[in-house]
Structures are given as C-alpha cells and as structure tokens.
C-alpha cells in the first residue's frame, strides 16, 4: 500500500435479533422494498456434500431457508451468485431465544418521499408495524413506529 492509497472501505451488515427471523426479513423486504435473500443453492450444495444437517433449514417462501437467519438485500447490490448473500446494503435477522426487553441502542431510519410521510407510516401499518408516537421539534418531524417485535423505527 502506497502512502497515497485508501484502503477499500469494509463490508457490513446490520444484524438484528428476532423470534422469527423469515417473519421480520419479510416485514422489512417489503417495508423497504428490498428482496429476501435465497439461500437455497448454498444450502442444497452443503445438504448433498453432508457439511450441515437438514435440521439447520427450513422451508420459506417455497424454498430452501437457514431456520435461525434470513437475510435482505437491496435489489440493485451486487450479491454473491452462488450463495444469494448480498454484498451492500443488508440486514440480517438471527434467532435468538430471549424476547427484547428493552430500548434499541441502534435503530433504522426510514426516509419517505417529499409529502409521503403519512402515507408511508400507513403502509407500513398495513404490513404490521405500529405508530409509537408522532415527534415535533426544531430539528424536524418524524414518527417513531416499532416492526412486529417491538423493534423501535423512525419514519421521516
């Protein structure tokens, strides 16, 4: 590396604890427009060579699914072809047997278009999010809304 190189910015995700995680990664593929990713190509390659045992998986969305991780991507990142791992913008949700007990120290924001916002915060109503209270101040105005498991978002 030279002293004027950068190195490549690092990869990530957001990963989210869940009940049920192929429930939340269809509320947010479809809150955010987003796509579900498919696994079912790795998880049959690895099922036929005996590397995982088929108790690891579970049937979603007609297809082959990790039972305790789903995953969403937006639909113009590039993803890995073999796997169906996103390699941009994702969240992952992982099983975990406790139920949220308290505040998120990390949230999602969700930016609607100009003059949308209430239609916006209807839609995801519809998709089973609910209105924890409406914010005024200086600063401006959003509405903070939870995802089926209690897990605090705002609209702006």
Not at 14 to 29: G, L, R
Not at 37 to 59: C, R
Request: glycine share 8%; aromatic share 6%.
């Amino acid at each position: 590396m030279t002293s004027t190189s950068r190195p490549a910015p690092l990869h990530f995700k957001i990963v989210i604890d869940a009940a049920a995680p192929h429930a939340q990664a269809d509320f947010w593929a479809a809150a955010l427009h987003y796509e579900v990713e498919d696994n079912s190509a790795l998880i049959e390659k690895l099922l036929g060579f005996g590397a995982v045992p088929e108790e690891l998986t579970v049937e979603s969305r007609g297809r082959r699914a990790w039972r305790d991780l789903a995953a969403v991507r937006h639909p113009d990142d590039p993803f890995q072809e073999g796997s169906g791992t996103g390699l941009g913008r994702r969240l992952l949700f992982q099983r975990v047997p406790e139920a949220k007990t308290g505040k998120n120290r990390l949230h999602l924001d969700v930016h609607s278009t100009d003059g949308r916002r209430e239609a916006e915060v209807a839609r995801l109503e519809a998709l089973g999010a609910s209105v924890q209270r409406q914010v005024k101040e200086p600063g401006g105005e959003w509405v903070v809304m939870t995802d089926p498991e209690g897990n605090e978002f705002c609209v702006h």
